[in-house]
């Protein structure tokens, strides 16, 4: 057996424990970069109705008519087809367990309401691609919704057989896309688990707002998102905030927020609440890419 040279030995010591030494450091480096926001790997299924619009898909239409439009405050005539017939054409749609999944309308303003699948399929929907009562040269008449002119094109979800007063279904317009995600993935971002009052607030804030307003990147954009990076809370004055959502056109001249009519001032004080919980909870999703059905 070959012995060593002492001072190649010593050479070779020095190596070893250099090495070792980065080995360490690279394990502290990568334990410094660990994302603090947990992750979430769920695709979507998306369809996209401006996309099926130009493949020429949306001609199979029929006329309808809507009695007192919750939109319009009028009858209305529609060129529309059946949205239950559109779904059908997807067999991974088909396929899904519609009590776990929530249908979610994404409008090109940023507006995004939602309703559970399993009542939505239950209904006589249709999409409009056209308004039958426009007039001469235009495919819409003018939405003027308090005070303002808002753009109905390019497709408007209506109904049939059911009352338009009730508040629980979405009748969006400016509709460009629908989207199925799983029941609560969202919700369980937002849900305040230790804090029975801020679960409180959540349930306002999710029925009232949360179609307009994002926290943590969740939620409709045709707001402001309100938590992140910081939250409304961290910059406005908790009584003046209060004020605002009570009354937006007190403070903004030609404000889009609607005056929330159906909200008391106890109501406001726990979306505040909760809205205060959140400051300290700024929890991120990320998201695959929507998975697009063709």
Known sequence: MRILHPKI?????????????NAKQQNVTKKVIVPTFKTQTSDSLS???????KQGKLKDTTLITVYDDPVYHST?????????????NYTAIQNLKANKYQIVFECEDGYKPMMPLQKF?????????????????ALWSKIIKDGHEMKAAPFYLVYQGTSTQDTNLKWP???IKIHLFPN?????LLFPKNDP????GFELFNKNCVTCHAINKTGGTKGPELNYPKSVTEYWHKNQLKAFIKNPTSFRNGVKMPTPKNLTTKEIDEIVYYLEYMANHKQLRTVKAYTKLK
């Not at 369809?47 to 619009?53: E, F, H, R, S």
């Not at 399929?121 to 040269?137: E, K, M, N, T």
Request: aromatic share 8%; net charge negative; charged share 20%.
């Open 76 to 88: 209305k005539r529609y060129v529309a087809i059946p949205l239950r017939a559109l779904l059908d």
């Open 121 to 137: 399929i239950a209904l006589q929907s249709f999409l409009a691609v056209r308004d039958a009562d426009a007039p001469q040269g």
């Open 184 to 188: 609560n993935q969202d919700r369980a």
């Open 9 to 21: 030995f010593f050479l070779l010591l020095i190596t070893v424990t250099s090495c070792q030494q």
């Open 197 to 200: 009052a801020a679960q409180v």
């Open 173 to 175: 317009y400016n509709l």
């Open 47 to 53: 369809i996209d109705l401006v996309d099926l619009q």
